[in-house]
Structure formats: C-alpha cells, structure tokens
C-alpha cells in the first residue's frame, strides 16, 4: 500500500528524507488534458518503467509553477520535459542547456507560472540548478483532448532514451 508519506504531489513536501538524496530531478510538465501539451506527463509516465540510477527522482509537475519550487531547489541537477510551440514540425526533440534564465525557452500558455519564472524564482534565492530541458514540438494543442497526436507520441521512446541515459552519466 502507499503511505502519503511516499508522493511527491505537486505543491507538497514529499518525503524530505529521499528529496534530499536526491541528485537528478526529472520532471514532466504539462496539462495531459490538452492533447499535446501534455507529452511531458506522458514521457515522465513512460520513465516510470525505466531503469534509472538511485540517486534520480521523477516528479509529475503537471501545471504545477511556483509549486514545483521547492522540489528544484533541492536539486542539484533538473532534467525537465516539456512541449514547446517553436515553429518546428510536431515532435522534433531537442535539448536545450540553458546557463541563465534569459536562455530558458517561454513555454506554452497553458502554464499558469511559466517555466522561465520558476527558474528566475530559483535563481533569486541563490539555488539555480543545473539544467537539462528536453522540448518536444507541438502544432496544435486540443482542449479536453487525453490524446497524442501520431508525431508527438512518436517522439516518446527518443526522449525517453536520451533521459534516461543523460542520467547515467549525471549520477
């Protein structure tokens, strides 16, 4: 059975014993009721069955913003998957590495408190991590819609690969 004290939900404390063993934070983000949007939950979902080194931790940040805080202020190293409107074609991937908050991508709007913002909130209270974004290109996001489009759920298993591997070389 799972006790309360083993979820890590958005805008809680999660067990503050195994946050701060923590090394590596993944984080998927996304609203997965808005179609593509969501690719970041789905990806996290997928690293659930993966085998991933002790020291890493997943979270669902779902819209989470400001909320998610705490959990990236622990973390030495933020790996985060998300979608991104970027004008490229539905389920490009890339990696972005960005050094300051002034190179973080603006998310899509369906964050309340974007991703920008809560790296900029980090980085006010001296604890900007380093970080790993992975974006997954959408086209078009579908209100009350739990599905992938064919392109984007496509580009699953090569995020899902890269992540897990760049984990093992940062544990």
Known sequence: MIQAADLDLVGGTGSI??????QV???GVGNIL???????IHVLRTLETE????????????TGGINLLESIARAPTVVMIDATRDGQPAGTVALVRPACVANIPVGLSAHDFGL?????????LGQFPEIHLFTISVEEVNPMCLDLSPA????IPE???????LTHRLV
């Open 34 to 40: 808005m179609g593509d949007e969501g690719v970041g």
């Open 116 to 124: 920008r913002d809560l790296f900029a909130a980090a980085a006010l």
């Open 159 to 165: 995020v899902v690969n890269a992540v897990v591997a």
């Open 51 to 62: 085998a991933l080194p002790p020291k890493v931790q997943l979270l669902d940040g779902g």
């Open 17 to 22: 014993a195994e946050t701060d063993r923590c």
């Open 152 to 155: 984007v759920s496509a580009a």
């Open 25 to 27: 934070l993944v984080i």
